[in-house]
């Protein structure tokens, strides 16, 4: 059994009130959770058994007899890289070399967050909103479903999920009001500017 679920970076009840220990039971404790067991289901007896997170992703990303590993993988590696795009009393604005490519690119940190919330509200159905490096540039993207920059060959920086069990036990309807406060309360950019720091 090669993937495991990853320890949450904070304890459930950290992110309140923006972010519920309830949520979390469920999005952490059952969604990421079943993505884990479904992965270990398929890649079981393959030479993927033994493999880490990435290059199973990678492996079944475009393979249409893989759809199910991708659908499991990604979800599982997009799961555990926005647990730790959040954090207790995140929020505010980026600093340093990343608030540079940030201006760069969007012209301001309140553009980028426009932008990124334009992306993340506007992403229909299931999905994600992702910063983004890809050749020395920062952009938005959003997926949908599964589907993760990993397999663009784009540098994952930040992400919010936008899956309605992302949100709805807090937010119900309100997806602007859940990106808003990922954005003022949650946004963990030290995270980021590591990610930006390793990005070629
Ligand atoms: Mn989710």
Redesign the pocket.
Known sequence: MAITLPQLPYADNALEPHYSAKTIGF?YGK??KTYVDNLNKLIAGTPLDDKPIQEIVLAAAGDSSRVGMFNNSA?VW??TF?WSCMKPGGGGKPQGALAGKIDQAFGGCEKFAEQFKAAAVGRFG?G?AWLVAEGGVLKIVSTANADTPLASKQTALLTV?V?E??YYLDYQNRRPDFVQAFLDHLVNWDFVAANLAKAK
């Open positions: 999005h969604h990421h979800q997009n799961h926005f299931s994600w999920d899956w069990h992302a």
